[in-house]
């Protein structure tokens, strides 16, 4: 069969690949963000339509993506809340999952609607509840990360710079309670299709605190909609955020987005960071 389907998109190892698990695979859109090297793109093959997402070998969101998908997206595919992958091959980094019809929910209606927050809350309780575990190392080795973050070349405001440090270093570490994160739950990861929530991109999954997985909607949805967290919490079953770790969770997330939105050319989200940032460092 001929190649051009994937329009030098994937290489020929890749396409020979995809050629054996759908049948005359067509491409109907590449929905890739193009900040990065990771590539998604939306297939055709025998009337049914899937995503396929692949990234180079040191683009390590598709490795979270694959121990996602093995092992903790179940009881959302059992819900029909994301996709199933239906086929996977680490060694030529590919992933096919069932495509999810709909529209995004960001910048849309529905991201303000706190019957869509209800059932992000409930969803988001399902990732978290299936694990859990003690971790005496966390919370030591996210605040080294963050100080060498902050030794990066970026664009954040020197006397930011100091604050944040300062928190780092006073910061008294615990041990921490993890269990399975989505890493950027919020409405640019949310399908609505009809009434309902449908949830995708689990590149930034890995296990922490449970709290982390709000701070995207705290400093975005929640900040001006009391409304929509409370509609959230609602659905979700209690509030994971405490007062000694929410500060320095949202700090870390803070520093985190400034530097890799910087890293990538994201100059939008990056603004979005110092923010994030400042708004962090009033916790304190």
């Known amino acids: 069969m001929s190649h051009s389907w994937h329009q030098e998109l994937l290489n020929e190892d890749q396409a020979a690949r995809i050629e054996e698990w759908l049948t005359e695979p067509q491409l109907v859109a590449d929905l890739?963000?193009?900040?990065?090297?990771?590539?998604?793109l939306q297939l055709r093959s025998s009337g049914r339509q899937y995503i396929l997402k692949t990234a180079g070998p040191s683009n390590h969101h598709l490795q979270r993506e694959f121990v996602?998908?093995?092992?903790?997206?179940?009881p959302l595919v059992e819900r029909g809340i994301?996709?199933?992958?239906?086929?996977?091959?680490?060694?030529?980094?590919?992933?096919?999952?069932?495509?999810?019809?709909g529209y995004l929910c960001d910048h849309s209606s529905a991201a303000?609607?706190?019957e869509i927050h209800v059932q992000a809350g409930r969803a988001l309780r399902l990732i978290h509840e299936q694990s859990s575990y003690n971790d005496g190392n966390y919370e030591e080795n996210f605040i080294r990360k963050c100080l060498s973050w902050l030794g990066d070349d970026h664009r954040i405001d020197p006397h930011l710079v100091a604050r944040a440090s300062t928190a780092l270093h006073e910061y008294r570490t615990e041990p921490a309670l993890?269990?399975?994160?989505?890493?950027d739950w919020q409405p640019r990861n949310w399908i609505i299709n009809g009434d309902g929530l449908h949830v995708i991109d689990f590149g930034r999954f890995d296990f922490?605190?449970?709290s982390s997985d709000l701070n995207r909607l705290a400093v975005q949805q929640f900040k001006d909609a009391p409304?929509?967290?409370s509609a959230f919490l609602e659905g979700y079953g209690d509030d994971p955020r405490d007062s000694r770790t929410w500060p320095i969770i949202s700090l870390r997330e803070a520093i985190g987005t400034s530097i890799w939105a910087y890293q990538v050319g994201d100059n939008n989200f990056e603004a979005q960071?110092?923010?994030?940032l400042s708004d962090a460092l009033e916790l304190f």
């Open 68 to 74: 996602a998908h093995a092992r903790f997206t179940r």
């Open 208 to 210: 922490r605190p449970a």
């Open 32 to 40: 890739s963000w193009g900040l990065t090297d990771t590539k998604v």
């Open 82 to 101: 994301t996709a199933q992958a239906r086929f996977v091959d680490e060694s030529l980094r590919l992933l096919v999952l069932d495509y999810l019809p």
């Open 178 to 183: 993890l269990v399975p994160t989505h890493g």
């Open 273 to 276: 960071g110092h923010q994030m």
């Open 227 to 229: 409304e929509l967290e």
């Open 112 to 114: 303000l609607d706190p």
